[in-house]
């Protein structure tokens, strides 16, 4: 890895993709000192921003879990320092990793109740758009629930069917699932709609417009059309899937043998998103 400059504000940003010092699992030190001021002001930002819509458009276990967490906006958190509350929530613990990192080691994270954490954050110039998951992708989207045990377990049965699904050369259709839910999903509460998906709750725009906007479909929750659905990666979803409890998750996930699934879907064409089917149990039905 280049040299750590001592830059007064930023600190350094070479951590972004820094491969080079990664161990066999992929996972790195977080060298939480070498953040800048600038680095931390990036977490501020996008923490009091996103926190303020959580306690309307965030399912209420994720405020739950940040705070059980003692997640604040103050700083970048401390790996550590969470790791002690996380494992006594649920026995998870994070590990900090360079970004993406291959699907190989990233289920045996998994299986192993281990969320990789990219260490890297993105710059101020891209506060609403990234192609890859940064720290504030990471951390604020993924971390509170994992202080939750259904969902905990249901991220344990994820691993473990991801690395079922490689020896069925399978991932890409089992990804539709974390796609749709770890990243993507809604779960209906008393207090209507809200949002408990990663990709959704670190997104400005994409948390008000999947609880509020017309456009996408919303359908309720159904692994075996999950894994037959396309999902888009360019813009905001046009297809949502609304769970009734992260126990719905935990035991449709748990209790489906997936290997004669991928059997069945492996020769099939994919469902659009746009595409609703006679048997999807609607919940909105979108205007585009
Ligand atoms: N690596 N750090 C990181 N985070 C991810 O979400 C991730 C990954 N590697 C692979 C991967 N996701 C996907 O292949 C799976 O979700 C299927
Ligand atoms: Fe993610």
Known sequence: MAEIPSAPTRGTLSLRGAYGQTRADYTVEQRWDEYGAGHHEVWRTLFARQSALLAR???????????????????????????????????????AVPGLIPEEQ?????????????????????????????????????VPLLAHPVFARFMQAYGQAGQKARLHGAVSLLAR??????EFGLIRT????????????????????AIESPEPHRVGFDISRIIRTDYRIDGYQRLYFV???????????????????YELFAGQAAISPETLLPEDQLITRGNV
Request: with cysteine; hydrophobic share 45%; charged share 15%.
């Open 57 to 95: 458009y965030g399912a209420p276990e994720v405020a739950a879990g940040l705070e059980h967490l003692g997640v604040g906006a103050q700083h970048i958190p401390r790996f550590e320092d969470v790791n002690a509350r996380l494992s006594a929530a649920t026995g998870w613990q994070i590990v």
């Open 106 to 142: 990233f289920f045996s994270h998994l299986a192993a109740c281990r969320f990789p954490v990219s260490v890297w954050i993105r710059e101020p110039h891209e506060l609403d758009y990234l192609a890859e998951p940064d720290l504030f992708h990471d951390f604020f989207g993924h």
């Open 177 to 182: 699932l974390y796609w749709y839910s770890v």
């Open 190 to 209: 008393a207090g209507g709609l809200k949002a408990y998906g990663a990709g959704i709750l670190s997104s400005k725009g994409e948390t008000v417009y």
């Open 243 to 261: 769970i009734d409890s992260f126990e719905q998750l935990f035991q449709a996930s748990y209790g489906t043998d997936f290997a004669p699934l």
